[in-house]
Each structure stands twice: as structure tokens, then as C-alpha cells.
């Protein structure tokens, strides 16, 4: 049975940082790649990291770059996201997904493609 459980939300105020980890069983963690995704109240769902299957290529949207880093420990089955600098825009449900997707282009990777899915952990800016 696939599972992913994500963790570490919660309150933080503006210019803080949170670091959300997602736990893995029932598939080949170290042959997917691993994403993570985050949705507000009234927006569609956006990409906001991914890191390929061995960890060497990673992927982020403008949006996140150079604030949040997507990491994995493959022997752990586990994936993180440390995110940085955090502003009110960044507060949303953040999911952890993964995809068979055996590459280090992760630039043709896309939400589709991701077949698996956990059930998002909170993530509150505010003061």
C-alpha cells in the first residue's frame, strides 16, 4: 500500500522558516522522483519543488527559488522541503507527490505525471 505522509506544518511569522518532511512506503522510493505541491483557498494547485530520484537535479518555480530547497535521503524514504524567508503568499496546504519518472531533466516532468500523492500538511505565514 502507497503512502506518503507529510509533516512539520504549522504557524510561522513572516521572514521565518519551516521545514516540511514526507515519509514513503510501498514503491521504489529511490526510483521516483519526489515533488512538492501547495494549494490556498480558492487557488488551483502550483509546483513548488521537485528533486529527481538519486537527488542530484532539482527543480523550482521562480516563485520559491532560492528560498525553499527540496532534499531526500534516499536510505530513509524521506523527502523534505526547508523553506526560507517565508511570506504570507507562501501559506497553503503543501503536498508531497511522486512520479516514476526515472530522469534528471526534470524540466519535463509535470503535475500529470505524478501518480502519487499524500494528504497535505498546513502552512500558516502570519504575525
Known amino acids: 500500500q502507497v503512502q506518503l505522509v507529510e509533516s512539520g506544518g504549522g504557524l510561522v511569522q513572516p521572514g521565518g522558516s519551516l521545514r516540511l518532511s514526507c515519509s514513503a512506503s510501498g514503491f521504489p522510493f529511490s526510483s521516483f522522483a519526489m515533488g512538492w505541491f501547495r494549494q490556498a483557498p480558492g487557488k488551483e494547485r502550483e509546483f513548488v519543488a521537485a528533486?529527481?530520484?538519486?537527488?542530484?537535479?532539482?527543480d523550482y518555480p521562480d516563485s520559491v527559488k532560492g528560498r525553499f530547497i527540496i532534499s531526500r535521503d534516499n536510505d530513509k524514504k524521506m523527502v523534505h522541503l526547508l523553506m526560507n524567508s517565508l511570506k504570507p503568499e507562501d501559506a497553503a496546504i503543501y503536498f508531497c507527490a511522486a512520479s516514476n519518472f526515472y530522469s534528471e531533466l526534470l524540466s519535463f516532468l509535470e503535475e500529470r505525471d505524478y501518480d502519487y500523492w499524500g494528504q497535505g500538511t498546513q502552512v500558516t505565514v502570519s504575525s
Open positions: 528533486i529527481s530520484y538519486s537527488g542530484k537535479s532539482t
